[in-house]
């Protein structure tokens, strides 16, 4: 009786240790990277990132993601959500989240990107109060993460 629990217990241990999370040793090993461009080789950066703030008639945000390499490069995303925009005022407080009351999907998808192609995503915040403000664009690539920031000032 004893026996049959202790084998138990030993092929409980070994199937959690054969199902648990690695250590990877690629790129993407747990580290977020929070740049302007993103090295995929050693001779230049492979996406650059932009975010563009225009106040006038609430706040237009536009984040866009650009191949500047000579390869194609594939971005993974985990589900639906390509991509995030959120402002926080001058204390750091969330005021805008632009995914706020949107749904995603749940499925995988991946976007190929040529050299020279872009991804762009825009944002509008409508009603905005005066203040200073810092906008947080992202993003949700599961290769290629990356944020951007931008600051400005409502009247």
């Known amino acids: 009786?004893?026996?049959r629990i202790t084998f138990g217990l030993l092929c409980a241990a070994?199937?959690?240790f054969a199902c648990g999370p690695r250590a990877s040793t690629g790129d993407s090993a747990g580290a977020i990277r929070t740049s302007r461009a993103r090295s995929s080789a050693p001779n230049g950066p492979a996406l650059v990132s932009t975010l563009n703030v225009v106040v006038k008639n609430g706040v237009?945000?536009?984040f866009r993601?650009?191949?500047?390499?000579?390869?194609?490069?594939?971005?993974?995303?985990p589900s639906g959500q390509t991509h995030e925009v959120v402002v926080v005022d001058s204390l750091g407080r969330e005021v805008f989240r632009w995914s706020k009351g949107r749904m995603f999907t749940q499925s995988l998808q991946?976007?190929?990107l040529h050299a020279s192609d872009?991804?762009?995503?825009?944002?509008?915040w409508q009603n905005a109060p005066a203040g200073k403000y810092t906008a947080i664009a992202t993003l949700a690539s599961e290769n290629f993460p990356m944020e951007q920031r931008a600051e400005f000032v409502v009247r």
Not at 65 to 72: D, I
Not at 118 to 124: E, G, N, Q, R
């Open 14 to 16: 070994v199937l959690a």
């Open 65 to 77: 993601v650009m191949n500047a390499g000579t390869k194609r490069l594939e971005v993974n995303f």
């Open 110 to 112: 991946n976007k190929v």
């Open 1 to 3: 009786m004893k026996g």
């Open 118 to 124: 872009t991804l762009d995503y825009d944002a509008v």
């Open 60 to 62: 237009a945000m536009d």
